[in-house]
């Protein structure tokens, strides 16, 4: 409904329930003709982005398609009544991202639109009526369950898609500062801190750049491991533990998938077989 947007044979109005729940947050596009569209223009040199939209069908059984290329190309896409988030992955300048409503008198909710740059879709960044920036996406575990973080030792396996080789945290245990901490990052080390104090940095070698990764690390006093998509496994032998409180997850630029958690360390062939 702003105007950067231009509705072709389509009525739009803000009337629909958002992903969010609030009300009259999200758009109802209304063909008004076959073929109708709405799209944004947005001017920008050429690089990786990705367009996710989330789309429900309110009226109609026709077609539904997305564009990120101002209808070069069209992607049809399966709705039901409920909230579905869609994506498409492109590098072009200058992208047009939007909806075409096939058949005339369809209609369908439009919410949370987003392009970014690179080639994953990150959470939503929910505006109302201005802009808006969206923390890092992190998930903190807090260690309230007796023994489920194991300070003497443990295993952590990760699969993940990054979008860089870079050393952002995929997963850690800390205990909220950067002093006491074991973290498996975006390339392939496992870092171990005690009293701000470096103690362990065995490096398994560079992941996979926008393609699934697997990772495990195996932790205990003077005895660390990490392996890397069924790679041979890197040791460091010497080092003591931190007081950890609570595992994060997120900070990397790109996706985790799943992640698995033992609080014993697990001897390193079974790391290779975790990464395989």
């Keep these: 409904t702003q105007a950067a947007c231009t509705a072709t044979n389509a009525t739009t109005a ?3 329930t958002g992903v969010d729940s ?36 309110r009226t109609g059984t026709g077609t539904v398609e997305t564009t990120i290329d101002g209808g070069t190309t069209w992607v049809a896409r399966t709705l039901t009544s409920s909230w579905q988030r869609f994506t498409t992955t492109a590098t072009l300048a200058n992208p047009s991202v939007g909806v075409r ?12 639109v987003q392009c970014e740059d690179e080639s994953i879709a990150t959470s939503p960044i929910l505006t109302y009526a201005a802009a808006a920036t969206r923390a890092a996406d992190t998930l903190v575990v807090p260690d309230t369950a007796a023994g489920f973080i194991g300070q003497s030792a443990g295993t952590i396996a990760v699969d993940y898609v990054p979008s860089a080789a870079n050393s952002a945290t995929i997963v850690a245990l800390n205990d909220t500062t950067a002093n006491e901490q ?11 801190t005690d009293g701000g104090a470096a103690q362990a940095a065995p490096d398994a070698g560079t992941p996979n750049v926008a393609a699934r990764n697997r990772m495990a690390a195996a932790y205990a006093a003077n005895d660390f491991a990490v392996s890397l998509n069924g790679g041979a496994v890197a040791n460091d032998t010497s080092g003591t533990l931190p007081t950890t409180t609570r595992l994060t997850l997120g900070e990397l630029n790109g996706s985790v998938t799943r992640i698995r958690y033992v609080a014993r360390r697990l001897p ?3 790391l290779r077989g975790l990464t395989a």
């Design 14 to 16: 803000r009337t629909a």
């Design 22 to 57: 609030v009300a009259n947050s999200a758009s109802t596009i209304t063909a008004t003709n076959a073929n109708a569209t709405v799209l944004q223009a947005i001017t920008h040199a050429s690089i990786a982005r990705t367009l996710s939209i989330f789309l429900r069908r």
């Design 182 to 192: 074991i973290v498996l990052s975006n390339d392939g080390v496992l870092t171990v």
């Design 268 to 270: 390193d062939g079974t």
């Design 101 to 112: 409503i096939v058949t005339n008198g369809d209609a369908v909710d439009v919410d949370a």
